[in-house]
């Protein structure tokens, strides 16, 4: 079953999406397990996805490293692409929880299943000591998955990225419309990205990378790169 299986949390967002569509065009991968708390209509939310791959399975996200525990094969490949605002979740309290305890429950089943690779979504700037809190949960996540001991981790960190539906971001919307048109000017470091393109970069960074570090990181610019690669 050896990398087999991929598991998705978070798969109904931006990124996550774009996952799901990608690996369920890969030979590799003969399964793809989406963990979320509710039910998901796979030929509408993944319409260029190959549907025959997919299997949701909702858990109570109350339990939720208990129960996707019991759920991941051994030696499968996982990635977390769960998100909100502080504005969606209502706090930053309710935030920190989705951001930060769920992403981490979520991890150490991943570690306690033996996964042989987890890639995780964060952020561009995220250090534990940031005066962003957005930026310093998504630090302090990577600082606790480090912890954890797993077998390979990588933190993919984008910038503000492109192709993100109308979900009430109005300053990433903003941000976006003001820098597309000129972000062939701006540096790959910070320069916007397409949530294909860090979902690309994702998949590669599981699937195709033989990388030796049991951590690493995918900055913005690695992932840009990936464009112009192939």
Known sequence: MMRETAIVLGATGAVGKQLVNQLSRREDVINIMLISRRE????????????????N?????????Q???????????AFIALGTTQKKAGSKAAFRHIDHGLVIAFARACKSADVCR??????????VNSASFYNRVKGEVE??????GLTSVF?????LLLGRPDDGRFVEKLGESLLSPISSFIPK??????TKCVAEAMIYAAYDVENKS?????????????????
């Open 143 to 148: 600082r606790d998955i480090q912890s954890l």
């Open 40 to 55: 998901i209509d796979v030929v509408t939310d993944f319409p260029e996805a190959i549907a025959s791959k997919i299997s």
């Open 67 to 77: 129960q996707v525990n019991q759920l991941i094969p051994p030696q499968s490949v």
């Open 118 to 127: 987890l890639g995780v979504v964060t952020a561009h700037g995220a250090k």
């Open 57 to 65: 399975h909702i858990v109570n996200f109350a339990q939720l490293e």
């Open 214 to 230: 049991t951590s690493f990181l995918l900055s913005n610019a690695d992932m840009h790169q990936r464009l112009h690669v192939e």
């Open 189 to 194: 470091a910070a320069r916007p990205i397409s």
């Open 155 to 159: 933190f993919a960190r984008p910038s």
